[in-house]
Every structure is written in C-alpha cells, then in structure tokens.
C-alpha cells in the first residue's frame, strides 16, 4: 500500500487576514498583560500598587529600627499617610527611614516619628505626629524627634531580670508561708 500524502488546503486571503489579527489581538493582549505585572510589581517595590510617587520626603533618624521594612505604612493618628520608602545607615551608622509622605499632611519642625508594631507579634509602622509649631517641614527635611522600635525580645529580658533580682533579694515585709503557729503546726 501507498501511503497518500495529503497536502493541507491552500490558505485564502480572507483566512490569511483573521489569522494576521488573531495572532495581533494576542500578541496586544500579552503586551497589555505584560504592562500591567510591571505596574503591579513596581507598586509593590515601593509598597503601594501604580507606584511610589506619594509627595513629599522626609528623613527620620532613629537608634534602631528593628523589623521595620521599606514598603511599612507611615500613619498619622492611624490614618496611613505615606511609606517607608528607604533605609540606610548615615555617617555616624544610625538608621534612617526615609518617608515617602501626602504632602497633605502638613508636618511642621517640632513633628515626632515614633516606630510602632501592629499588634502583639504583628509587623511595623510609624507613626507621626505632626506638631504644633508654625514652620512647615520642607520635602527633603528631617523629623528630629524620634522614637524606636520596642523590640519584645528586650522588654522579655527586661522583666525576666528584674523578677530575678526581687527573688533574690531578701524582704523585711514579706510573709512568711513556711512559719509555724503556737501549737508547733505550721499556718496555712
């Protein structure tokens, strides 16, 4: 037997020309796919989506800023108003967060950034207060009252010693559960 080599019809122009714009509408589709996941990622570098252009920044000197991570929300009275846009060690090798922040929010010179975590075991935030004085801050100024990070592991040792040394020391005015009564029985 032979075998009959069929060849596939011949294309038209008309199935030609739906082919052509199938495969634009494609390749216009992956392209707007495309855009969007570099939109989306892009976003979530600077924590927010469709970029990091939040307005004004502003640097913040702390001592430490232990589990705070560029993207954490910047809050004013709980109402996020920017992000942590950056991180770095100054000359004197204290941390700095740079603070991507609403121009809106209006901080003036005696504004106070302290370091916050979201609940007990939760991640970080600052949190601003804005101040009272009549001199605004200035894009690219610097918040000089600060607070750092409460780290839990520092305040765990901190109560585990002090609970250490009220042990050991000896109390005058402590009661004595081991001490006997009259009749030689020892008092509850």
Known sequence: MEAVLRSSPAIGPRQQARRTRRELTEIAAGVVILIGLVWF????????PGGGDQGMELNARFGRVDGLRVGDPVRAAG???GVVSALRLDANN???ATLALDPLVGLTTD????IRTQGLFGGKYVEVDPGGSDNPLVAGGRIDFTQDAVVLSDILELIIAEAQRAR???????IDT????TNGDTAP
């Open 41 to 48: 990622a892009s976003g979530a570098l600077v924590g927010r």
């Open 94 to 96: 204290r941390p700095v």
């Open 178 to 181: 081991n001490r006997t009564d």
């Open 79 to 81: 109402v996020p108003v």
């Open 168 to 174: 050991a020391a000896p109390d005058d005015g402590a």
């Open 111 to 114: 504004a106070s950034a302290a």
